[in-house]
């Protein structure tokens, strides 16, 4: 395939064109295809780094096509589908989580798959009969939850559904390309020049205002970074955050940080083993002493939220410890009985000083800072507590610098805090009767001081400290906010602005006026930039804020299309579709990147870009990072530049990013013993004789060659032999085995109960656990010593049923069966086989204590330790070490004895004796 040149497919002219409703133009799927007879599409979410590459080999009957991040991707998908019922694979990759795959605008989940039900019913008939759909996301099949989720998706499409247990992406990173939950029909993708991770989820938050979402503020002055390794970086205001030295141990990577969370000043790493590592202002969340048992991984901390100066960490018990700067937040004690799990808290919310817990009763409790002034506090809720009680569930909870409002699920908004700021509505003509519900409201917006809220009927309602707070647009599809000002982006495309800084557009209105449509507006705190249609920006509001773009509006036109804005305080830093970016606004503070200009001209790609209160620091498609701005707040990245390869996200609060690194365990070409920790492990045995053990957790084990012994031991493991004639062993949990080439061997000899397995269908219907796993490319069987059913493939193979009263059925191969003790059955099948009762040693009843009598023509024998079994399809007798009694039937046998004084009679046929040792 040619080049691609990726910053077309944004403005719809070249590979792909997606349409504003997720329509595929037919052209641009031929484009984007190659020529010839399309049997495979693959979907790749926007997001996805060096998107290139991961196009650059598609094959010539597969189409690609790129799910816009700002939309529905399974309406997306669906569009793209239409009409189609003859491809063999839908393939999608895209960021995914155990259980979750982030597609498009909002991420796929387990308890989505029903809402979304007619959208993959329809994606599920563009297959053709034999057809599959595979996920590459990082661990979305990992666990009971992966598998569930695997599991919905197949029944909601209709067809075979395949994803990963493990990392996806880069081997340097921890990644691979396998499917190893579910069933893949078709072949499995292989990226191995794509330098990305598909395990670090991102998840958008919407912001409540400049510098901090609905539960997190950004630090002002530091950036933290987590690296591949699971590592993190820090410059910046070394009080402030920029300094982790003092927890240089707990940040090394041994334990891997998942995400990194901040207040103000400090932040907050939680790593994978559940537990929290703080530094950064000691009083404003950098020390956590007070706290540290419960912050432990004891009890899994799941999630961390912050106000300006404490923070929240919410558990997988569903309680919430806090720390940092007591009076506005950091001390909950007041209200310590109602969040401590007795009620599982589900979300924590905050403003400037308060916090404010959502529980899963759809109640909520708030606590934090009172300034007893008569005029209502963020964190006293007496006023409303009835309408907060989970009478109606509160849904979400939106908050300014003072105050909260909550959207409930009959659509009405109820407000608490300082009255001035909107905590009370009441003081607001009209605005209570507006919030009861009768219409729903969808979305609320936040400046620091007032409240905007967006109704189901495209009016939008203001309250709080804001000027023209009675302007009222209509037709309004979502709002946006400064520090001071409101923006309403409405059904046409236009806008409509109203406020203080940033409230009178009327400078730049017929560039706002929808004849090229507004797709999405960002903010620093006094100034606004909204993204167009055609890739151009288009800004006003306080110039020294970034009102001002004059200087570089030749680069914001839409030549080449910006993709995304990002801001400090005081200046905005633009995407762009060829990995550039462009920078305006208060120049010390990350308005003026000249000093970095050749760094951030698109010859390595800009991914994402990040920030402090006055720093700009981007992150490139290669892992390092480029900085500038104020340099004491992170301008100036030097001091660690040797650090800061590798890097897969930073501390930010305007997206739930979570890093899941699992390093694989490699050996050596000799023969290795590899052991798995307590965790999720990657174990790649390479060549030589390996002994692999998983250990507890969900373990990917990869003989790859020789003959390897692969025990997963508990949890559900994915056990690949690879070449060689290798041993496998599952353990507890439920597993998925390839032996691969070679005669490979599964044994559930531990097995507390009997098994039900069929090596021809490749499948344990009950693994001793009663529960389902996969066998694939498997030729031999251990079995339990308790009553197993076993059938062979059509290949040869061998069976060790050992004790219990066992059904065995051979395939069309030369079989062998070892039966054990008990009364079995066993039906050879076509092929020659031998029924083997030469003892093994170990019998779940021990040694056997006598010869056996065989009787080939009846189709009996007794057995070592006097069970009879019932035989059929069998025409060679392999005896005991005992004195034996073998009898053949009318067909040509081979009967051995071995030791003891043995009676051998072939009866008719072409038989061979060998009577072995003894008389």
Not at 116 to 132: C, E, F, K, N, W
Not at 229 to 252: E, K
Request: with cysteine; net charge negative.
């Amino acid at each position: 395939m040619a080049a691609i040149n990726l910053s077309k497919i944004a403005a719809g002219t070249g590979s792909l064109e997606i349409t504003a409703h997720g329509m595929a133009d037919a052209s641009a799927l031929d484009m984007a295809g190659g020529r010839g007879i399309t049997t495979s599409i693959v979907f790749i979410d926007s997001r996805l780094e060096d998107c290139e590459t991961l196009v650059a080999d598609v094959s010539a009957d597969s189409e690609w096509l790129l799910v816009d991040s700002d939309s529905d991707g399974l309406a997306q998908m669906q569009a793209a589908l239409a009409g189609r019922s003859d491809l063999a694979s839908i393939r999608i990759l895209a960021h995914g989580r155990p259980g979750a795959l982030l597609l498009g605008a909002s991420e796929l989940t387990h308890d989505e798959v029903d809402h979304h039900a007619v959208s993959l019913a329809m994606i599920g008939r563009a297959l053709d009969a034999q057809g599959d759909v595979q996920i590459y996301g990082c661990e979305v099949g990992q666990g009971d939850t992966g598998c569930a989720f695997v599991d919905a998706l197949a029944e909601a499409i209709g067809a075979p559904v395949a994803a990963s247990s493990s990392p996806m992406g880069h081997a340097e990173l921890g990644g691979g390309w396998w499917l190893d939950v579910g069933e893949a029909r078709s072949p499995v993708l292989d990226r191995p020049q794509w330098r990305g991770l598909l395990g670090v989820t991102i998840t958008p938050l919407a912001p409540s205002y400049p510098g901090r979402s609905a539960g997190e503020v950004r630090n002002g002055y530091a950036f933290a970074a987590v690296r591949a390794d699971g590592s993190v970086v820090t410059w910046g205001h070394s009080t402030n955050g920029g300094n982790s030295s003092a927890v240089t141990a707990g940040l090394d990577g041994t334990i891997d940080v998942t995400q990194v969370f901040s207040t103000m000043s400090a932040f907050a790493a939680l790593r994978a083993n559940g537990s929290v590592v703080t530094w950064g202002n000691s009083t404003n969340g950098g020390d956590s002493s007070a706290v540290a048992a419960a912050l432990d991984g004891t009890i899994d901390v799941t999630q961390l939220f912050s106000a300006q100066n404490a923070f929240a960490a919410l558990r997988s018990d569903g309680s919430v410890v806090t720390w940092g700067y007591a009076p506005w937040g950091g001390d909950s004690s007041a209200v310590a009985t109602a969040i401590d799990g007795t009620v599982a808290v589900t979300q924590v919310f905050s403003t400037t000083r308060a916090f404010a817990a959502l529980r899963a009763d759809g109640s909520v409790v708030a606590w934090g800072y009172d300034p007893g002034n008569g005029h209502g506090a963020a964190s006293d809720t007496s006023t409303v507590a009835a309408a907060l009680d989970g009478t109606i569930d509160v849904i979400n909870v939106f908050s300014n610098s003072y105050a909260f409002s909550a959207l409930r699920a009959d659509g009405s908004v109820v407000s608490w805090g300082q009255d001035i700021y909107g905590g009370d509505q009441s003081d607001f003509g009209g605005v209570t009767a507006a919030l009861d519900g009768t219409i729903d409201v969808t979305q609320v917006a936040c400046t620091s001081t007032a409240f905007a809220a967006l109704r189901a009927d495209g009016s939008v309602v203001t309250w709080g400290q804001t000027d023209n707070s009675t302007l009222s647009p209509t037709n309004v599809t979502q709002l946006f906010s400064t520090a001071g000002a409101f923006a309403a982006l409405r059904a046409d495309g236009s806008v409509v602005t109203w406020g203080g800084s940033g409230g009178d557009s009327s400078a730049v209105a017929t560039a706002l006026n929808g004849t090229i449509d507004v797709t999405q507006v960002f903010s620093t705190m006094s100034a606004f930039a909204a993204l167009r249609a055609d890739g151009s920006v288009v800004t006003w509001g306080d110039d020294t804020y970034g009102g001002n773009s004059n200087a570089v509006a030749a680069a914001l036109n839409g030549t080449i299309d910006v993709t995304q804005v990002f801001s400090t305080t005081t200046a905005f830093a633009a995407l762009r579709a060829d990995g550039s970016v462009v920078t305006w606004g208060f120049a010390s503070s990350g308005g003026d990147s000249s000093s970095v200009a050749a760094a951030l001209d698109g010859t390595i790609d800009v991914t994402e870009v990040f920030s402090t209160e006055t720093a700009f620091a981007a992150l490139r498609a290669d892992g390092s990072v480029v900085t500038w701005g104020y340099g004491v707040d992170g301008g100036d990245s030097s001091a660690v530049a040797s650090q800061l390869t590798n890097v897969v996200s930073m501390a930010n609060p305007y997206t739930n990013d979570v890093f899941l690194a699992i390093p694989p365990i490699v050996g050596t070409a000799a023969a290795d013993v590899l052991n798995g920790t307590a965790g999720d492990d990657i174990l790649n045995g390479l060549a030589g004789d390996d002994t692999i053990h998983g250990g507890t957790g969900h373990d990917l084990l990869n003989g790859d060659d020789d003959n390897d012994q692969l025990y997963g031991d508990d949890g559900n493991d994915t056990l690949n032999g690879g070449d060689g004639a290798d041993f496998i062993m599952g353990g507890t949990g439920v597993d998925a085995i390839d032996g691969g080439t070679g005669l490979d061997t599964v044994s559930y000899e531990d097995a507390a109960a009997g098994i039900v397995i069929d090596l021809a269908s490749g499948s344990a219907s009950n693994n001793g656990e009663g529960q389902v796993e996969s066998v694939l490319n498997v030729e031999n069987v251990h079995g339990t010593n308790f009553n197993d059913v076993i059938q062979l493939s059509a290949s040869s193979g061998y069976v060790f049923a050992r004790a219990g009263n066992d059904s065995i059925t051979g395939g069309i191969g030369n079989d062998r069966f070892f039966a054990g003790s008990g009364n079995d059955t066993i039906n050879g099948g076509a092929g020659t086989d031998i029924a083997d009762y030469l003892d093994d040693g170990y019998d779940g009843l021990g040694a056997g204590t006598q010869g056996v009598t065989v009787d080939l023509g009846n189709g009996t024998a007794t057995d070592n330790w006097g069970a009879s079994d019932q035989l059929s399809g069998i025409e060679s007798v392999n005896g005991s070490s005992m004195a034996d009694d073998l009898i053949g039937n009318d067909v040509a046998n081979a009967l051995f004895g071995n030791d003891g004084n043995d009676s051998l009679n072939g009866g008719a046929g072409d038989d061979t004796l060998n009577g072995g040792d003894g008389a």
